[in-house]
């Protein structure tokens, strides 16, 4: 990106320069869900309804979409940390090389693989500062935009780092309020009754028990209306301080465990479903409430018409395996294959809504593909930071010239890039080791394993049913070298494989 000024290794980003505020700069919120399908809502993102569509209540989504443009092809990783780590670098997974969940200092997440040895990735997640093992060293989002005059604020799931390192914490990464963010890639109870996982009985707390919200504790309270209550707060804050605010809203919901938001779970029992399945769609429909009361705020200080708000999750829906769950297969991503820590559409394809004042227009609608990277030049873009300096290379292309409908952007066909030489610990249909490249309607995959190739016309199949591997042999060698390319380009990790410690061949079959 031409304004995109690479810094020297070893210059921390905390020696940016404060630019001058611009008048013009827009309050922006992201909203980002954990584990939302791409059709957990009751918005369409297909070309037309799914039955899951008429399941799901999400008003404050339909609301927000009347107000901006959905993005019906938008993608992120297929598992949690590598997505934030793109969202707040510019950079793509396979670059970063956070390509799996953190969670422990120097701990692999990995599930075992008998074929495979899966390289020596970044379990510690990113940093700003050098010298600090099995990390990349970036200049994060929060940061330039906090040296650009936003307030910055983070409320919710963090993911960025492994406990007792750095990105842990997002005060780290250029946040200036921080609201039960940590290292836990999940959360151990939404129930305020059981004070969200903290143990006070003298037993040491499970990781994923959430900080920070120790006043809600033994109340009748649901985690993600607490951490509501807690953005708003700090938006009110915020409101006093004569600078515009960035907001990064991230829920724990809607992933497991799936507890009962009582507010909203009688409602889809009484609609016939299963208890497993009325539970997680309480835990949408939750999530969308809070949606709706910070748009409701914004309104109520009349500045509704001067903040950004991006939608998206994280990566697909969690439709993998019933078994591996108890037995009840609570959401589905069908048509899509698959699900979470797959590279099938069901685990990287997501929801996702933009709504810029004076710039979309009521329920647009973009078929472009975007890739979760693409936040952070667009995001700086809105908040008219046209010169930052980083530390890391960037990947991510604006997508703001697509929001007024008219506009296009640089270089729509481009490729869109994903690598996991990882083992997620989910079980089901295409969750392994796999390399893949989007370019246009074609989508070709490679699995590190067993070498398979799947090539998919998205345009025509989009539940990647039938491989056109030796059909469209042209277009399959054609996309095999250019992801091989960029990848080596980029230094991006493969397997090995266990029985002759050699290093699995890229897609084109070379070394």
């Known amino acids: 990106m031409k304004n995109n000024l690479i810094l020297p290794f070893a210059l921390s980003a905390f020696a940016l320069p404060n630019f001058a505020q611009s008048p013009s700069q827009p309050n922006i919120i992201v909203f980002l869900v954990d584990d939302m399908g791409w059709q957990d809502t009751s918005v369409p993102f297909h070309s037309s309804r799914t039955p899951l569509n008429d399941v799901y209540e999400t008003p404050n989504m339909k609301r927000l979409a009347s107000q901006g443009m959905r993005f019906t092809n938008a993608y992120a990783c297929s598992v949690s940390s590598p997505s934030r780590v793109s969202l707040l670098t510019g950079m793509n997974a396979a670059r970063h090389r956070v390509s799996n969940w953190t969670l422990r200092k120097n701990i692999s997440t990995d599930r075992a693989c008998d074929v495979l040895d899966f390289p020596k990735w970044n379990v510690n997640g990113i940093t700003q500062f050098a010298e600090i093992e099995n990390t990349r060293q970036v200049t994060p989002l929060p940061q330039i935009l906090k040296n650009n005059g936003y307030h910055t604020i983070h409320c919710g799931k963090a993911h960025f780092g492994a406990i007792n390192t750095p990105g842990e914490n997002p005060y780290h990464l250029g946040y200036d309020v921080n609201i039960a963010g940590h290292a836990g890639g999940g959360i151990a109870s939404y129930l305020g009754e059981e004070n969200f996982g903290n143990k006070t009985n003298g037993t040491q707390s499970p990781p994923q028990a ?67 399945e009325a539970a997680y769609a309480a835990l949408i429909e939750g999530m969308d409430k809070s949606l709706g009361d910070i748009m409701d705020w914004l309104e109520a200080k009349q500045i509704q018409d001067n903040t950004i708000i991006l939608f998206l999750s994280d990566n697909g829906g969690f439709a993998t395996d019933a078994k591996w769950r108890g037995g009840e297969l609570y959401t589905q991503n069908a048509p899509l294959k698959s699900g979470k820590g797959s590279v099938y559409e069901g685990g990287i394809r997501i929801p996702m809504i933009v709504k810029y004042p004076g710039i979309t227009t009521s329920d647009a609608v973009c078929d472009v593909p975007v890739i979760i990277e693409d936040l952070f030049p667009a995001i700086l873009e809105m908040a008219c930071v046209d010169k930052y300096k980083t530390i890391q290379e960037t990947d991510g292309v604006s997508f703001v010239p697509l929001l007024n409908a008219t506009g296009k952007q640089k270089n729509e066909k481009r490729n869109l890039i994903w690598n996991y030489p990882n083992l997620w610990d989910g079980t089901g249909l295409g969750v392994g080791p796999a390399c893949t490249i989007r370019k246009g309607d074609w989508k070709l995959i490679y699995h590190y394993e067993t070498g398979i190739k799947e090539l998919y016309n998205l345009k025509n199949d989009i539940g990647e049913n039938n491989n056109l591997i030796d059909s469209e042999s042209k277009t399959a060698k054609k996309l095999s070298a250019e992801l091989s390319n960029y990848l080596r380009k980029v230094k991006a990790q493969r397997p090995a494989y266990k029985a002759t410690g050699k290093q699995v061949p890229w897609p084109d079959g070379k070394e």
């Open 210 to 276: 959430v900080p920070g919200l120790e006043k809600y504790w033994g109340k009748d309270i649901f985690a993600t209306e607490a951490l509501t209550l807690e953005a708003i707060q700090a938006l009110e804050k915020a409101s006093l301080y004569n600078q515009p605010f960035f907001l990064y809203m991230a829920h724990y919901a809607i992933h497991i465990p799936i507890n009962k938001d009582k507010r909203f779970y009688q409602k889809y029992i009484d609609k016939g479903l299963h208890p497993k």
